[in-house]
């Protein structure tokens, strides 16, 4: 059967954006690999009736995850309002109450706190609705399951606890049986590089993709675009040729079939291969886009970030007569430190990126966005000289992704 849920993040710090919401999207993902169809995620501020509201709004889908509002303080009313909401009240569970102090004790022990106002803010955590299934806390604060229809699950905010009880509560009545039902769900993630949003609207619009069974999104991120699609196993065939339409259609820009990032692609690629970067406008972004993934020590051997002149000549062996002639901002100063981080390092592959990142430093020949980079090797080089949009940061993100792709050409050419 189809089992919907709908997700309520609660939290004046996250609706006001002083905090980014890392738990709706965690568990629509978790919720997917389930087979359970996400609804709409909410985020309502700590205030009781836009709690209800919301609840109100979830009332005709199986499924309801509530996450926040379960601490210690006057604010934190996740608990008592969704109680009320699911037709039941609030009672002391003692034995809780212990659980909750021995742990909060403990940490009273190491940072210091008076004891009354900490026993009672394990008293307040302690309180759970009559008939609900209690979660054990993850960090003070207990979930609980309660109600049938929806179940409603409600857990804390913090995301390390949140998913470390999640892990609980899908082993736990009445949520186990509720996502053994929900059947399965397929994702694939089709990656491409370049490929604009218009050419793959007008891709959409040619193979009549509004009448497909499943939904097809499409996102650029990073400045590659992606297509995204969720179906059940009855629709494999439909979603089969509808990816074959797309690989015939934009197969050449094609680079990820599986999910895979660039920055995972690379990481196979470059297996027994070592990589070394001389950075400017990105000021060690390449560096760390290459060291972010676990065991890239492997095969990233180092970087230096070199924005001065001075220091281009240091410690990447560019010439300052190179500079003179054409700007530090040039394809022979970005080709020059390629060399230099595979020289310094002694690197299989170096990349060089030099550029404009902005909002000033332009000029009507090399306009704020204008990057040169380059990827060099024994067996090849790799040369682009690009204009990226947008702000500082959107520049110098985008220049590592179009280095990764320069990286994977390179060594798809290798020999």
């Known amino acids: 059967m189809s089992v919907r849920a709908g997700i309520i993040v609660t939290g004046t710090e996250v609706l006001s954006g002083l905090i980014r919401d890392a738990n709706g999207p965690w568990l629509s993902e978790a919720l997917r690999g389930f087979g359970v169809e996400l609804s709409q995620i909410v985020v309502v501020g700590d205030r009781p009736d836009d709690l209800r ?21 006057a604010d934190d009313l996740t608990a008592e309002v969704v109680a009320g909401w699911a ?4 009672v002391l569970d003692p034995g809780l109450e212990e659980r909750i102090w021995a742990i909060v004790n403990s940490l009273r022990k190491r940072i210091g706190g008076e ?16 008939g609900a299934v209690v979660l054990e806390p993850k960090g003070t604060a207990p979930g609980f399951l309660v109600g049938t229809s929806p179940v409603v699950a409600v857990l804390p905010g913090p ?31 089709l990656r491409f590089f370049p490929l604009s949003e218009p050419q793959i609207a007008a891709t959409l619009r040619e193979i009549d993709a509004d009448s497909l069974p499943f939904e097809v999104t499409t996102c650029l991120r990073r400045g590659e675009l992606e297509v995204a699609t969720v179906y059940r196993p009855a629709e ?6 509808f990816e074959a339409e797309i690989r015939e259609r934009h197969g050449d820009v094609l680079f990820s079939d599986d999910g895979a990032t660039i920055d995972e692609v690379i990481a196979r690629a470059l297996s027994g291969l070592t990589v070394a970067t001389a950075e400017s406008c990105t000021g ?29 000549t240091a410690f990447a062996d560019v010439d300052p007569e190179l500079i003179a002639a054409h700007g530090a901002v040039s394809p022979e100063v970005a080709r020059a430190l390629a060399a230099g981080a595979r020289s310094r390092f002694g690197a299989d592959l170096g990349i060089g990126i030099t550029g404009i990142a902005g909002p000033g430093g332009g000029t009507e020949e090399k306009p704020v966005g204008t990057v040169c980079l380059c990827v060099s090797s024994s067996w090849g080089v790799e040369e682009r000289v690009v204009r990226l949009p947008g702000s500082r940061a959107d520049v110098r993100d985008r220049t590592t992704t179009v280095a990764l792709h320069m990286l994977r050409a390179l060594l798809g050419s290798r020999a």
């Open 53 to 73: 509201r919301a609840l109100d709004f979830f009332a005709d889908v199986d499924l309801v995850l509530t996450s926040g509002g379960l601490g210690p303080t």
């Open 87 to 90: 037709g039941t009240t609030m």
């Open 115 to 130: 004891e009354a106002p900490m026993r009672a803010g394990a008293r307040k955590q302690a309180h759970v609705p009559v």
């Open 159 to 189: 995301p390390r606890e949140l998913q470390r009880m999640w892990a609980d509560a899908v082993n736990v009545e009445p949520l186990a049986s509720l996502l053994r039902s929900a059947g399965s769900l397929e994702q694939r993630i």
């Open 236 to 241: 494999a065939s439909a979603y089969a040729t």
């Open 284 to 312: 060690g972004l390449m560096a760390g886009r290459l060291t972010d993934l676990a065991g890239s020590s492997a095969y990233v051997l180092g970087g230096v970030v070199v924005y001065s002149n001075e220091a281009k």
